[in-house]
């Protein structure tokens, strides 16, 4: 059977809340036409953009139920994926099959977070889960979170194997991308949008197929037009224009722990995200109104018919 195929922006989707902490259902309802609308190729639910560590198993379970529920009209062109990483291959394995058994398009599975295991253990996590459960899955290299750093061979393997689809990268080794590129696996290449791993340009020029982002949260149409492959010499002049154009929106979204300025800078312009899952706290009034100004240089309001806050409600309390 041909692999699914993925291309652009596959956008890591936070997760809303209601005022008593809940999640808001309604809100990702809302969220996912509004992606829908505006270009995204496919969406993650609970990443960490997601809070997903924040969540629990009965959210996690109810998150997938209900959004997968939502592949209705304008949304069911568009893949949706879940984080599914357990903090072990045998939970992991659970929330996959539950995923499957739900109407999940795919799954996205990083490193077990804090157990630090060798490249070789990890390697063989992702190969087991992949072999468990007959659902698409995209293996997440994400050495800045859970430490955990897969050499360009043990992902080459990876991408051999039917179930996996889409390899995500957030490393800071553009030698490693190329290298996995030239190798044409069968398999999506998507990096991280974080200006600071400075991925993005030598992935997409390389023949990447998009990226995997949590800018799209805030600018889904933008980020759709960074994220097409490069499939003639007009999109690379698309790309360069959109990149600079982007590029105060992408460090804005990366100035706080993910998803901190993305999430409160949403609910600053109206978006319905609601307040982040304690211990973590929105930004100061001072960052904020940075990411405010950030949006109303881009146009960004008047585009999404944004009415910008006078004033910052999303400051710490």
């Known amino acids: 059977m041909a692999k699914m195929k993925i291309e652009g922006s596959f956008v890591a989707l936070i997760t809303p809340f209601n005022a008593d902490g809940s999640v808001d259902f309604g809100a990702f309802r809302t969220l ?72 999940a398009d795919g799954a996205i599975l990083a490193a077990p977070a804090y157990i630090c295991a060798p490249e070789d253990d990890i390697e063989a996590y992702f190969a087991e889960c992949a072999d468990a459960v007959e659902l698409p899955i995209g293996i997440y290299n994400n050495p800045p979170r859970v430490k955990s750093d897969l050499h360009w061979d043990h992902l080459l393997r ?85 990149y600079l154009r982007m590029l105060p929106l992408l460090h804005f979204t990366y100035s706080a722990i993910n998803p901190v300025a993305v999430k409160s800078l949403m609910k600053a312009v ?29 146009g960004l309001d008047a585009q999404y018919g944004w009415r910008l806050p006078g004033s910052l409600p999303m400051a710490a309390e």
């Open 32 to 103: 996912l036409d509004w992606h829908a609308a505006n270009g995204t190729s496919a969406v993650l639910l609970m990443g960490s953009t997601g809070e997903v560590s924040m969540l629990t198993p009965e959210e996690r379970r109810e998150i997938v139920e209900k959004t997968a529920a939502m592949k209705t009209g304008a949304a069911a062109r568009m893949k949706f994926f879940y984080g599914c990483t357990g903090p072990s291959t045998a939970a992991t394995i659970k929330y996959l099959a539950h995923a499957k058994a739900s109407g």
């Open 270 to 298: 109206g978006l319905p995200a609601g307040d982040l899952r304690r211990p973590l706290s929105g930004l100061k009034p001072d960052h904020l109104a940075k990411g405010v100004a950030i949006v109303r240089a881009l």
């Open 158 to 242: 990876l991408m051999k194997h039917p179930n996996i689809v889409v390899l995500k990268e957030s490393t800071t080794r553009v030698g490693q991308v190329a290298q996995v590129l030239a190798a044409q696996p069968d398999a999506a290449v998507m990096c991280c949008d974080s200006p600071n791993l400075g991925l993005v340009v030598p992935t997409m020029s390389l023949g990447g197929h998009g990226t995997a982002n949590m800018t799209g949260n805030l600018d889904p149409a933008g980020m759709a037009r960074l994220s097409t492959p490069w499939t003639d010499p007009a999109q690379s002049v698309v790309f360069r224009e959109t």
